[in-house]
């Protein structure tokens, strides 16, 4: 068998063949190789752009705030770009909300999420004046209280509630089910609730719930909004009246042949519901990461060795799970693709990084016509790769390039061996 076509990016139409060579919008890729070598992330802007408008246009005159999960890729030159296009941002710590404040977004559009807020994390985010806070257990929301009360401030609090839905996904990425240490079951809510109203700090504004990530199917919101739809019965019987309710993140990606629902699917879907249940004025928060930057990146990695052994073909590359965690971490799958497809035969190669694991790898038993040298694409990275990156091995962590249309912009350089014991110090003699 021989290759003689390029293989379509899954998902990514802002990545594709031009003149035999792999582009991102106007840019070849061998030339961003050339000026930056490899590992290197590359973002498409247009991609988030594209992205965006698929939750903006769901819209449909409804009061609906997107707030970005930018744990899924936080680097300032994607945030600011969401901020341009007017999105919200869903936090989880202070990193995370000094980067945010660092681009300007607008703090009245900001959700903090996260199971173990600190104290610290609070005060900043009060002073900052954030939307709300996502409490997810009392403690938290005694602790808040507190923090809120010394600030002399008064905390916006929605409660996080499991509603106990399973959402089909992979384990490390549900969160919506009991066993999960997420959320406040939602038998125990309206309990929680009543203490909130009873602390003197604290201003009830909403109900959120998040339960899966990479979710291909929307029955699973369908059950949890019902179920916060009950909930918030119960919260009016008792004179709790909220303001917004946060359906979470969650709607998964194209990164071989999954074909999860739109944002107006599931959007289309949320209204009818609220309607039907006499809802329709609450103000609908979201909190999608994956599904705004999933697949408006590549990984970009060059094969070094490549090594044939009994078992397996390997072609060894320059990129590793220290650079993109997820195949080790979730056995998850990310297509590879040659940047410049060459003609011959085609072999099954494992795809492996340099690093001492065996679990250690980019990808498995792909059909590729593969030399030394050659670059390879890890498509569908812009979610939870460079975020997720770490210096195992003493490696350095890779440069990110955003290209915007002919352009291209160094938007994080690589990593220096000397930033990487720039901390450290040995004890003295
Ligand atoms: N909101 C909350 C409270 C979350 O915990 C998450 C993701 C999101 C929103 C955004 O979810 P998304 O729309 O991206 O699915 N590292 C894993 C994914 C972990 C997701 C964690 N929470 C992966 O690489 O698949």
């Given at each position: 068998m021989t290759q003689t076509s390029?293989?379509?990016?899954?998902?990514?139409?802002?990545?594709?063949?031009?003149?035999?060579?792999?582009?991102?919008?106007?840019?070849?890729?061998?030339?961003?190789?050339?000026?930056?070598?490899?590992?290197?992330?590359?973002?498409?802007?247009?991609?988030?752009?594209?992205?965006?408008?698929?939750?903006?246009?769901?819209?449909?005159?409804?009061?609906?705030?997107?707030?970005?999960?930018?744990?899924?890729?936080?680097n300032l030159a994607v945030l600011k770009e969401f901020a341009r296009l007017g999105a919200g941002f869903d936090i989880v710590s202070g990193g995370e909300l000094q980067r945010v404040l660092a681009v300007g977004a607008d703090p009245a559009k900001i959700v903090f999420s996260g199971v173990g807020k600190q104290a610290w994390e609070m005060q900043t985010a009060l002073k900052a004046g954030v939307k709300s806070f996502n409490v997810e257990s009392e403690a938290e929301l005694r602790l808040l209280s507190l923090v809120?009360?010394?600030?002399?401030?008064?905390?916006?609090?929605?409660?996080?509630?499991?509603?106990?839905?399973d959402a089909q996904t992979h384990p490390y990425i549900s969160t919506g089910l009991k066993e999960n240490k997420f959320g406040i079951a939602i038998e125990d809510a309206p309990e929680v609730y009543r203490l909130a109203k009873s602390l003197a700090n604290i201003d009830i504004v909403g109900v959120d719930c998040h339960i899966g990530s990479q979710l291909i199917d929307i029955s699973p919101y369908l059950d949890a909004l019902d179920k916060l739809l009950d909930l918030v019965d119960g919260l009016k019987r008792d004179g709790i009246e909220i303001h917004h309710l946060d359906i979470g993140g969650g709607l998964g990606i194209r990164y071989t042949d999954e074909t999860p629902p739109s944002p107006k699917t599931l959007l289309d879907q949320v209204f009818d519901r609220l309607d039907a249940r006499g809802y329709g004025h609450l103000q609908i928060v979201m909190e999608p990461g994956r599904s705004l930057v999933g697949n408006a990146g590549i990984l970009l990695t060059t094969v070094q060795f490549l090594k044939h052994a009994e078992a397996r073909n390997f072609a060894i590359v320059d990129a590793a799970m220290n650079d993109l965690l997820r195949p080790a971490l979730y056995q998850a799958w990310h297509g590879v693709v040659p940047v410049k497809p060459r003609l011959g035969?085609?072999?099954?190669?494992?795809?492996?990084?340099?690093?001492?694991?065996?679990?250690?790898?980019?990808?498995?038993?792909?059909?590729?016509?593969?030399?030394?040298?050659?670059?390879?694409?890890?498509?569908?990275?812009?979610?939870?790769?460079?975020?997720?990156?770490?210096?195992?091995?003493?490696?350095?962590?890779?440069?990110?390039?955003?290209?915007?249309?002919?352009?291209?912009?160094?938007?994080?350089?690589?990593?220096?061996?000397?930033?990487?014991?720039?901390?450290?110090?040995?004890?003295?003699?």
């Open positions: 390029h293989p379509a990016l899954a998902g990514q139409p802002h990545f594709h063949l031009q003149d035999g060579t792999l582009h991102a919008e106007g840019v070849a890729l061998d030339r961003l190789v050339a000026e930056h070598g490899t590992p290197l992330y590359v973002y498409s802007r247009a991609a988030l752009a594209e992205a965006y408008g698929r939750y903006s246009d769901a819209v449909n005159g409804r009061d609906v705030v997107v707030c970005y999960g930018m744990k899924a890729n936080s809120a009360e010394a600030e002399g401030k008064r905390a916006p609090v929605s409660l996080r509630v499991n509603p106990d839905v035969a085609v072999q099954i190669y494992d795809i492996v990084g340099p690093i001492c694991e065996s679990g250690d790898w980019l990808a498995k038993q792909r059909p590729l016509v593969l030399a030394q040298g050659d670059v390879l694409a890890v498509e569908s990275a812009g979610a939870y790769g460079m975020v997720m990156a770490g210096n195992y091995n003493s490696r350095v962590r890779p440069a990110e390039i955003m290209v915007d249309g002919e352009q291209s912009h160094v938007v994080r350089k690589r990593e220096t061996l000397e930033m990487l014991t720039a901390g450290e110090s040995v004890l003295p003699d």
